[in-house]
């Protein structure tokens, strides 16, 4: 409980939010999100584009204020507590903090002045962060004439000088190529193993399971599951029947009959993935009620369920990429 | 709504600064200013610019408009005071650039993150403005001794004169800033420059104002940029500079306190 002379409880959580709502003219973009992330974990918020994450994470690293709901984050409330909060955090947003026209090591020198280091300590600890990034060729270079991946390194590097206790990431491998955002992902493996608390936000299903111990899925403004990778998947169906079918007129009506139950479409490829727990007998029950004539489906294969269509399930229709025919399930992964 | 409880375990965060230390650090402006100093002379056409111009424009008054001008001086001597503030005036667009493109670019969150304030932001912005001005006045003063300006002060009327227009180039850079606060793009920010060469060509700077129609009197010959001027020249030429001194100062603090207030309310608005 908060008191006179420090206002700083003791929590268990490194971020705990409740009732987080924010709105912007007629939109509500956020709507009574919370959340709790423990200490030392990596937590991922995933999301469709618009989603929230963003405003999210603004929130959560005080740049913008809640019009309702709590939130405390190292202990400290995020409108009471900003300034501690601040002390205790960073955040590298989905475009680079940087200024394009100094240097690697000025732009890490600058940081470290700013989080509080002076004179010599300044300069070791940019080149500390250069060296652990892979950065020390390119220090003395202008950030401008650097490439997306190590730009983003850069970034993230910044973010670290003041050591903090709670790293805010918005989309760290947005408009990554492959190999820079497997750096990333090693990075941020890196640094959770270091024992800070990482919250990331990420549209990439793909990306919330190699790196999170637990996800939470923000849809419309809410939250609207939340728990390990695992528990996400148990909660759909254990496994996922993929149906090929015979042609576009056999995908469409199977399409049809199944209705909202298929968490899989990809025309293109004429297949349709429907949740089941896997059994003989709820499998061949699923083929009888869809294809009672056998003359729809061509093949079929079970499989384990994925955490896109834990995604696909969860949020709604109009933000989610994977009902609108022709979209096909390796963008909304890779996009 | 939810309260939020929770057990033992504090989260101690690891960061350098005291967490007792709320107030902003002296050194977050030195290090701002540093920025933002090195950020200029990175952009060499810009730089080139601003000491280039105030030569220019004092060699097309002196050489193609001043034959025509009669100021009972020789030009050159006149209208040096004058070139020095248009070219504040105009150069301080670039600092409401400079604002502008902070503020719309992604750094602006990694300062805030980091809890570095409003002012000492705005202050790194102003400072780079200041080195760009004092660099342009040598280079303005070397050029005018070349071409036969012949000033007579003594070293602390020499002092003077700088620090009247020092006072002069933070305020209208510190309006530069907020402005770059209030408008969206770094386009319409450079449009400030329109507000100073106004301000200028509508003052003593080139012209005597008694050349112009009667009834532009009154607002000419007492607005800021005249008493700067004629502060300047008399300081600079000896002559004496009646209430015009403690007028030009009174106002250049006036518009300097205004607009570091505002400039103070437009971050607030804006990073809500």
Redesign the interface.
Same mark, same amino acid.
């Given at each position: 409980m908060p008191n006179q002379t420090d206002r700083?409880?003791?929590?268990?959580?490194?971020i705990?939010a409740?009732?987080l709502t924010k709105t912007y003219g007629s939109t509500k973009v956020l709507d009574e999100a919370?959340l709790r992330v423990a200490?030392g974990s990596v937590f991922s918020l995933l999301g469709p584009n618009g989603a929230g994450k963003t405003t999210m994470v603004?929130i959560l690293?005080?740049?913008?204020?809640p019009d #309702?709901?709590?939130?405390?984050v #190292?202990?400290f409330d995020i409108i009471a507590d900003r300034?501690?909060v601040?002390?205790?955090?960073?955040?590298t947003?989905?475009?680079?903090?940087?200024?394009g026209? %100094?240097t690697g090591v000025?732009n890490l020198r600058?940081?470290a002045? %700013?989080?509080? %280091?002076?004179g010599a300590a300044a300069g070791r600890r940019a080149d500390e962060l250069l060296a652990r990034f892979g950065l020390t060729e390119a220090a003395r270079r202008?950030v401008a004439t650097y490439s997306g991946g190590m730009r983003r390194r850069l970034d993230l590097a910044?973010?670290l000088v003041?050591?903090?206790?709670?790293i805010f990431l918005d989309e760290p491998t947005t408009g990554l190529d492959l190999p820079s955002r497997q750096v990333m992902w090693q990075v941020i493996e890196d640094l959770a193993g270091s024992g800070v608390?990482v919250f990331l936000t990420t549209q990439y299903l793909e990306e919330a399971d190699q790196l999170a111990g637990r996800v939470a899925v923000l849809d419309a403004g809410r939250i609207v599951a939340e728990g390990t990778t695992a528990e996400l998947k148990d909660r759909v169906a254990g496994q996922r029947l993929d149906l090929t079918l015979a042609g576009p007129g056999a995908f469409a009506e199977a399409e049809h009959r199944l209705g909202d139950r298929a968490t899989h479409r990809d025309p293109s490829a004429l297949t349709l993935g429907v949740p089941t727990d896997g059994t003989a007998p709820a499998v061949r029950a699923l083929l009888d009620e869809i294809d009672p004539e056998r003359a729809l489906v061509g093949a079929f294969a079970v499989r384990a369920t994925t955490l896109d269509d834990v995604f696909l399930a969860l949020t709604s229709p109009e933000t989610n990429p994977g009902t609108c025919p022709g979209t096909s399930r390796k963008e909304i992964a890779h996009a | 709504m939810p309260e939020i409880t929770g057990a033992a375990q504090p989260v101690l965060a690891a960061g350098h600064r005291p967490a007792w230390r709320l107030s902003t650090p002296p050194a977050d402006y030195l290090t701002m200013a540093a920025r933002c100093a090195r950020l200029a002379t990175r952009q060499v056409d810009a730089l080139v610019t601003s000491l280039a111009l105030p030569v220019v424009l004092m060699l097309t008054f002196v050489y193609l408009f001043g034959g025509a001008i009669s100021t009972g001086t020789r030009y050159i001597t006149y209208v040096v005071p004058g070139v020095l503030l248009l070219c504040a005036g105009v150069g301080s667009a670039t600092t409401a650039v400079t604002v502008c493109q902070d503020m719309t670019g992604g750094i602006i969150d990694r300062f805030r993150s980091l809890d570095v304030g409003s002012l000492p932001i705005l202050s790194g912005h102003v400072a780079a403005s200041v080195v760009r001005n004092a660099a342009s006045a040598v280079l303005v003063f070397a050029v005018a001794l070349g071409i036969g300006f012949r000033p007579h002060a003594s070293l602390a009327a020499w002092a003077a004169a700088a620090g009247v227009l020092l006072l002069y180039v933070l305020a209208i850079s510190w309006l530069a800033a907020a402005f770059g606060l209030l408008v969206a793009s770094p386009e319409a920010a450079n449009a400030f420059m329109f507000v100073p060469m106004i301000v200028a060509y509508a003052s003593s700077a080139f012209v005597p104002v008694r050349t112009m129609p009667s009834w532009l009197h009154g607002v000419a010959g007492h607005q800021p940029a005249t008493l700067v001027i004629e502060t300047m020249r008399g300081l600079l030429l000896g002559t004496h500079i009646g209430a015009n001194g403690w007028q030009a100062v009174a106002w250049c603090g006036g518009i300097f306190v205004v607009s570091v207030g505002l400039g103070a309310a437009a971050f607030r608005r804006r990073t809500r």
């Open positions: 700083r409880t003791d929590c268990q959580w490194a705990e409740a009732g919370g200490p603004r690293s005080t740049l913008l204020r #309702a709901g709590r939130a405390r #190292a202990g300034h501690q601040r002390r205790s955090i960073s955040l947003g989905q475009y680079a903090a940087l200024d026209l %100094l000025e600058m940081m002045r %700013l989080s509080g %280091l002076r202008r910044a973010s003041g050591r903090p206790g709670v608390t | -």
